[in-house]
């Protein structure tokens, strides 16, 4: 009888500590019986891989042949050296007086790194390096629409002035034509190099899985890690988008008063962020005392200063030590829906019963978009300086999330690729536009978040994690914003916790301390600090959990 077979007979499962085991998680180290195996599988938070007991990897190494003297068995390691050694090296004298140690416990210690590292190479730098990539992607198709932009205005001016200064505008195209040019090279090169750098990280996730799953302690030995290598991320290019500044017409001297391009300018700069981790235990930082009734969106202005607005049609910027900075009032007199703050720092705010959106400029508030049959409810401003607006119709049957550039509607998120509706009717739809310029909605009627890509095609649900179900009521999402690192994270209203998902919609953690009371509204800093409104306490607590 294998001798494995008969040590199960008296060893049982870690889980459930009763029943005998039967199978063995490679990746957590774990010991299972038949019933328990699904249960670990369940935990989607990590990589798992499960295998007969009598088939698991033999944590028992033999001692590696010394590389100088390949009749000898290694006993000790020079760590000075980085090298196996045999007692024929030691008697030479070639190490004398160098630290030497077991072989074996330096090998199971050299292995526990490597795996380490592969987590490090799997879980987060192949991923950072393919963001960087997909970052670059997404410039080069946004790169046309401004270059069409710019054409456009240099043309309209043209055909403003006499025929005479057509040369001038075939000669200013000309100019947008070379800076393109040199522009989307730059681009393709920034791309061609993450993706080798992106596939040697790959290879290393290979390398290092083949080296885990071998016996071969020789290629243990010579294993060199790269992932210092691969922690420098590369510099981004800062890139200065020329403009083009069109003057009045003067006839006299159309040359110099047609106007004029600036100069394409690129340079590089360090990436503004690092690969970090979620903390065991996130921190309370701050908490800050609004006076509403009842609270509900937080928004940043800066790392300093934050919008609030809750029961009230008074919006309010506080300072991080509680003190209000500043308050406005509704151009109607109505409560406002949500808040959302413009690249330029103008706080932006959705009206229901004016059917508005409406954005706050030197004191002034000016309404931007007026619909017809659809309510307004929540809003974000994104990356490109858009604005996405989720809205319902007004029988309460429809929901949808539109794109506005300005005024002008440009893209309407509705349906599915089989025709059917994306997002329940009429509930509470927060939104939030991710790193990866995904567009992520809370919706609460679903008890779902429902993430699309860019072009507005269905991407995952995500409707809780299993660890939900120990908890009192059903996963009900309200606030929800995105981080530094595309994490997407959602206030679970009911059960008073912040879910941590990944741009994937892999569950990573809970924020469920901090005394939360009815999380609702969230946003996050450039730090990757965490504000989160509590709707019936009206305060705002700052967190840090990365």
């Known amino acids: 009888m294998d001798p494995l077979d008969r040590a199960q007979v008296l060893l049982h499962c870690d889980l459930c500590q009763t029943a005998a085991l039967q199978s063995h998680c490679t990746l957590c180290q774990i010991n299972l019986c038949k019933a328990c195996v699904w249960e670990h599988l ?145 681009l393709y090169k920034q791309e061609n190099e993450m993706k080798q750098i992106a596939s040697d990280v790959k290879q290393s996730i290979v390398d290092l899985k083949n080296i885990l799953e071998s016996n071969e302690v020789s290629l243990t030995s010579a294993y060199k890690s790269r992932n210092a290598e691969f922690r420098r991320l590369p510099p981004d290019l800062n890139i200065s988008l020329p403009s083009f500044s069109p003057h009045q017409i003067n006839t006299v001297q159309l040359n110099q008063m047609f106007g004029s391009l600036s100069a394409l300018s690129i340079t590089k700069e360090e990436f503004s962020y690092t690969v970090k981790s979620l903390l065991d235990e996130p921190e309370l930082i701050t908490i800050i ?11 940043c202005l ?16 506080y300072n991080l030590k509680g003190k209000r900075l500043k308050s406005i009032k509704t151009k109607s007199g109505n409560e406002p829906r949500d808040i959302a703050v413009t690249r330029s720092g103008d706080l932006v705010y959705t009206d229901p019963n004016t059917r508005t959106v409406n954005i706050v400029k030197n004191k ?18 994104i990356s490109s300086g858009d604005l996405l607006v989720t809205m319902t119709s007004d029988d309460g049957t429809q929901s949808k999330v539109v794109r506005y550039s300005g005024s002008t509607e440009i893209q309407t998120i509705h349906f599915d690729s089989e025709g059917k509706p994306m997002y329940s009717f009429g509930s509470i739809t927060y939104i939030s536009e991710n790193r990866n310029l995904d567009v992520c909605v809370a919706d ?30 059903t996963f009900n999402p309200v606030g929800i914003t995105t981080d530094s690192q595309s994490q997407i994270l959602t206030a679970d209203f009911d059960n008073n916790c912040i879910h941590i998902l990944d741009q994937d919609g892999q569950f990573l953690s809970y924020i469920d301390n901090c005394d939360l009371q009815r999380p609702w509204g969230l946003c996050v800093d450039t730090r990757d600090n965490l504000f989160v409104t509590e709707w019936k306490s009206s305060k705002v607590k700052k967190i840090r959990y990365m």
Request: aromatic residues 8%; proline residues 3%.
């Open 42 to 186: 369940s935990d989607s938070s990590k990589r798992h891989n499960v295998v007969p007991y009598k088939h698991r990897k033999s944590a028992t190494y033999n001692y590696p042949k010394c590389p100088n003297h390949s009749q000898n068995q290694s006993e000790l390691y020079c760590d000075q050296c980085d090298i196996p050694v045999c007692s024929t090296c030691i008697s030479s004298g070639k190490h004398k007086g160098h630290h030497l140690s077991d072989v074996l416990q330096k090998i199971s210690s050299k292995i526990k790194d490597m795996e380490k590292e592969l987590k490090e190479l799997d879980t987060k730098l192949f991923r950072k390096y393919e963001e960087i990539a997909s970052d670059i992607k997404t410039k080069k198709e946004n790169l046309d629409t401004h270059y069409r932009k710019l054409t456009a205005a240099v043309t309209k001016q043209g055909e403003d002035w006499h025929r005479e200064i057509n040369i001038i505008v075939n000669n200013k195209i000309s100019e947008i034509d070379v800076m393109k040019t040199k522009h989307l090279a730059v």
């Open 444 to 473: 609460y009627a679903a008890s779902a978040v429902v993430v699309v890509n860019q072009a507005g095609k269905f991407r995952f649900t995500y409707d809780g994690h299993p660890s939900t179900n120990k908890k009192k009521y």
């Open 302 to 317: 800066s790392d300093e200063e934050i919008w609030t607005h809750g029961h009230d049609k008074i919006m309010k910027l």
């Open 289 to 299: 005392s609004t006076g509403y009734e009842f609270l509900h969106s937080v928004i």
């Open 364 to 381: 002034q508030i000016q309404e931007v978009i007026k619909l017809q049959g659809w309510i307004p409810l929540n809003v974000c401003s």
